[in-house]
């Protein structure tokens, strides 16, 4: 379903530092997206971007493990790792009853060179009602794969100034009822209990990551294995933060969440380091784009 806003129902919490990126921006889930940055180059050594739109709630308490299980929503095996939904999303289990579920992926494909670069403060009133479907993640960390496009399907239309398409596709993770403005599930019975997700959630992707985490948190992801899919609840540069390691064909990707009331500090002094790295910030979009352009600086010919 596509519906037109004129204002957007929630901003991410580093929306006012993404502001001076002259970047491509779309909305999606409610919340303006920063899709590309311009001149960015395809082999940075670790690029940072911000995922905050993507819908989440949390649930804890005695009876939560048999509500998400009715729910069809699997449940991690053990404390303090992850599973994928069925059909897109991540189940983290933060402790024996408390979760973290997020839906949405990313984007539908499209080519985003096509895009025109538009700054927020471009994009004229925005406002609008929310829906109850948002798009697919597509597997934890899979779904990041799409946001490259392929050129199969039909652009979606750039901003333009009062009028913006927003994208609501199917979630069809075992529940219902989440919106962009509702993060939290509805009707909870006794002994389940909402846990209110305002988080700033970013990505890191790249050779560097390592050495990012190595200046910035005193937990040694390297001697975890990724096959266990774990979740780490530790400390970044003295902010509180949940993280699931991961990679890309070999590229480190990592996942990560923090309060967004510490958002603006958090992502300024990640950025600061990334670029202290020789790398930076780049739109959700652009993630897929780096990885071919690594696959063809390597390949013969």
């Given at each position: 379903?596509?519906?037109?806003?004129?204002?957007?129902?929630?901003?991410?919490?580093?929306?006012?530092?993404?502001?001076?990126?002259?970047g491509?921006?779309?909305?999606?889930?409610?919340?303006?997206?920063?899709?590309?940055?311009?001149?960015?180059?395809?082999?940075?050594?670790?690029?940072?971007?911000?995922?905050?739109?993507?819908t989440?709630?949390?649930?804890?308490?005695?009876?939560?493990?048999?509500?998400l299980?009715?729910?069809?929503i699997?449940?991690?095996?053990?404390?303090?790792?992850?599973?994928?939904?069925?059909?897109?999303?991540?189940?983290?289990?933060?402790?024996?009853?408390?979760f973290?579920?997020?839906?949405?992926?990313?984007?539908?494909?499209?080519?985003?060179?096509?895009?025109?670069?538009?700054?927020?403060?471009?994009?004229?009133?925005?406002?609008?009602?929310?829906s109850?479907?948002?798009?697919?993640?597509?597997?934890?960390?899979?779904?990041?794969?799409?946001?490259?496009?392929?050129?199969?399907?039909?652009?979606?239309?750039?901003?333009?100034?009062?009028?913006?398409?927003?994208?609501s596709?199917?979630?069809?993770?075992?529940?219902r009822?989440?919106?962009?403005?509702?993060?939290?599930?509805?009707?909870?019975?006794?002994?389940?209990?909402?846990?209110?997700?305002?988080?700033?959630?970013?990505?890191?992707?790249?050779?560097?990551?390592?050495?990012?985490?190595l200046?910035?948190?005193?937990?040694?992801?390297?001697?975890?294995?990724?096959?266990?899919?774990?979740?780490?609840?530790?400390?970044?540069?003295?902010?509180?933060?949940?993280?699931?390691?991961?990679?890309?064909?070999?590229?480190?990707?990592?996942?990560?969440?923090?309060?967004?009331?510490?958002?603006?500090?958090?992502?300024?002094?990640?950025?600061?380091?990334?670029?202290?790295?020789?790398?930076?910030?780049?739109?959700?979009?652009?993630?897929?784009?780096?990885?071919?352009?690594?696959?063809?600086?390597?390949?013969?010919?």
């Open positions: 379903m596509n519906y037109k806003l004129q204002t957007p129902l929630r901003l991410s919490p580093i929306h006012d530092q993404l502001q001076s990126l002259k491509t921006w779309r909305e999606i889930n409610g919340m303006p997206v920063l899709t590309t940055v311009p001149a960015v180059d395809g082999n940075l050594p670790v690029a940072i971007a911000d995922l905050s739109y993507l989440r709630f949390g649930v804890k308490g005695s009876g939560a493990i048999a509500w299980a009715q729910q069809g699997p449940i991690p095996a053990q404390p303090n790792s992850w599973c994928e939904l069925p059909n897109g999303g991540i189940v983290a289990r933060l402790g024996m009853t408390e973290l579920i997020e839906e949405g992926a990313l984007l539908p494909p499209q080519p985003w060179g096509e895009l025109e670069p538009q700054s927020p403060s471009e994009l004229g009133d925005l406002g609008g009602n929310g109850d479907e948002s798009p697919p993640f597509q597997g934890g960390f899979r779904g990041i794969e799409d946001l490259g496009g392929n050129g199969s399907d039909p652009p979606l239309p750039p901003f333009k100034r009062g009028e913006l398409e927003s994208e596709l199917p979630f069809q993770g075992g529940f009822g989440i919106s962009a403005g509702k993060l939290e599930p509805p009707d909870l019975p006794p002994q389940v209990y909402p846990v209110l997700r305002q988080d700033l959630a970013i990505a890191l992707y790249g050779t560097s990551v390592q050495e990012l985490l200046q910035t948190c005193s937990f040694n992801f390297r001697a975890l294995s990724l096959s266990d899919h774990p979740v780490v609840l530790t400390s970044m540069v003295g902010v509180s933060v949940t993280v699931i390691p991961g990679d890309r064909d070999g590229i480190p990707l990592y996942r990560i969440w923090c309060d967004g009331t510490f958002g603006a500090y958090f992502w300024e002094t990640l950025v600061a380091i990334a670029q202290e790295l020789g790398g930076g910030v780049i739109g959700v979009g652009q993630i897929q784009k780096m990885k071919e352009k690594r696959i063809n600086r390597v390949s013969p010919g």
